[in-house]
């Protein structure tokens, strides 16, 4: 990370601003106006359009290999995607992953 | 119905709030951690999770910073991912919208994944709620996570101190957002947009860090909309 501490700083008071306002919005600002519903289509979507686009390179082409493609790591995010979307909890996912991720980092060092 | 029979509504809240409690706390601690490798100072970190409390977007964040992408990116990648909760604000609306402004304020502040589920279904189920009980009920789903997510995202900037490198640590964001994620993939219009997002970001990842994303969000969200409204129209 090469941003100075200002910098550092800047990002998390825009992001808390941004994000207050955001929550806030309706709430506060916009009132019981109805919303467009083609703008509630795109705002369900925004997780599930910006999250995948930015995990795909890093599992695809993780920095640690170099950017070669690497098994494990393909492994371990494919653990973690279908535990997740199985049992519809975070956790488990995040569990799934770190274990299959984490044993396999162990056997690879042992042989 | 007696007010002696049934338990407060911040008690409710509360009680509805705990089970939250363990899906948070690890997220938290994660962050702190990831936080504290990635290179910001404690006191970031904490800025961060108290200031901005959430976590999707956080680590969003995180990691455009890590690749060093320009601050522009970095807050349209990360804001756009709670642009969700500008939908949650909405819907809040009805039921709280003639609260005073300053507790519209603090729930503004606490509106997040959690809080708004759980109040949203709880106004469904009881129409008769008042709206001081209303508001009473979503500070108490809060209070067990906001004051944990903090607490924790703490224990986890002290754990990131001391963890060695050999962990390879690296990899446990893409896991983290994988699985924020598959829970996510509700329809075939959500799955749609996630596929559109990938596709398009791997395409442009020449692009400066954070400018292909932003291009594969918007063409993912216009995906998940239209195929939405297509299948709608099947439907009908």
Redesign the interface.
Known sequence: ???S?A??????????V???V???????L???RP?PP?V?????????????????????????TGGQPDLL?LL??MA??????R????????VA??AV?YAG?GISGLL | MSTATIKSAYKQGISDGLPFVFMVAPFAVLFGVVAVEAGLSLAQTMGFTVLVIAGASQFAALQLMVENAAIGFVLLAALAVNLRMAMYSAALVPYLGAAPLWQRVVVGYLNFDQTYMMSVAKYEDAPDMSVPDRVRYFLGVATPIAPLWGCTTLIGALIGKAIPDALAIDFILPIAFLSMVAPMLKSMAHVAAALVSVVVALALAGLPSGAGLLIAAVCAMVTGAGVEVWIERRVA
């Not at chain 1, 955001?22 to 506060?28: A, V």
């Not at chain 1, 795909?56 to 640690?64: K, T």
């Open positions: 990370m090469t941003y501490t910098e550092i700083w800047l990002i998390i008071a825009l992001m808390a941004g994000t207050f955001i929550r806030f919005s309706f709430l506060g916009i009132g019981d919303m083609f509630l289509r795109l705002l369900r979507y925004t997780p599930v359009a910006v999250i995948p686009g930015m995990v795909a390179p890093l599992v695809l082409w993780p920095q640690a790591r371990a995010a973690a995607l279908v535990v997740a979307w049992s519809r909890k975070v956790v488990w996912g995040m992953g770190a991720f980092l």
